[in-house]
């Protein structure tokens, strides 16, 4: 997730063109409401609550921990059996930090490849980076003389590079697409450029979330969907075609109760429900691309506050489509399209 200054655009886009209804996914925690790891058996039962909406789920680290200071989560050796159990595909994300000088790459790409062969046909597809090109900007709390922990697009494309040649050696170039996850403004402003134009780029997931803009409910569809459009646009036009790149929207949501207020930004379930119905469901509709993946699966109580671009503590617990207990939040996760159900 992310935070963001930019302002947004208030007034309706034109519908995009409609291959197929897209796909609905979820972002997946990989804790326990106590920050403990989640074993193979937490991450079923997990899946067994998603299934009814989804089939697919998306990570962020193959090894988590050293940002929370609490236990390392082997992320893939857990979540990928189950996965496969109950037929769901993931989109593993490695996670990459200029600040350890790509320390956590390295180890990620070792832990992925344990498993990446014994499970190809349950990953479908890898991010290198998580927001890096974003996050490659000093922090309002940083001290002085801090450096960013992000990446530029030159470096993050040489990284998407490595990762390639490293399924070449191990015999799996081609099994799954590769890209990275950022914000849409990465794109849309030009960042990301040597990104797209990569040859080893055949995913991209674009983050965008109307509640960070600081969006009143009955604005967020619009804002949502003109952001998804200004980094489609980007993308498509320095890809050179329509078809080359698979495009995701990689994260959207709304809080709930317990969330954040900025302004007319309001958290609450009702809000989050009418974002989910009207903003995620619209997005599935007419998305020129594979689907969406809601922030986040399940509250994660145990996250720390952070601090926005704004200077501003912002709560991330209560991101959740479901509680933490797993019961919903919504009356209903179906999005319906002209009398037919996604």
Known sequence: MRFSSFAAVAAATAPLAVHAKGQLGYALGVRMTDGKCKTQADYAADLKVLADSSKIVRTYSAIDGGQQGGPLCHVPGELLPAAKDAGFSVILGLWIDSSDNEASFSKDMDEFFTYASKYQDVIYAVTVGSEALYRNQTKPDAPPNALPAGLSGDDLANAIETFHNRTIDAGLEGKYKIGTADSWNKFQD???????????????????????????????????????????????????????????????????????????????????????????????????????????????????????????????????????????KFSDYSCKYSGSEL
């Not at 036009?237 to 949501?253: C, F, P, Q, Y």
Request: aromatic content about 14%; charged content about 15%.
């Open 190 to 328: 030009g960042t990301a450029i040597p990104v797209v134009q990569s040859p080893y780029v055949d995913i991209l997931l674009v983050n965008a979330f109307a509640y960070w803009q600081y969006q009143p409910i009955n604005n967020a569809t619009n804002t949502y969907l003109d952001d998804l459009q200004q980094a489609m646009h980007l993308i498509q036009v320095e890809a050179g075609s329509d078809t080359k790149i698979e495009l995701w929207n990689g994260e959207t949501g709304w809080p709930t109760e317990g969330g954040t207020t900025f302004g007319d930004t309001v958290p609450s379930t009702a809000n989050a429900e009418t974002f989910f119905k009207q903003g995620v469901c619209a997005a599935l509709d007419w998305w020129d691309g594979a689907g969406a993946f809601y922030f986040s699966a399940f509250d994660e109580p145990w996250k720390p506050e952070s601090l926005g671009d704004n200077n501003k503590l912002a709560n991330e617990n209560h991101w959740g489509a479901f509680k933490a207990d797993r019961s919903a």
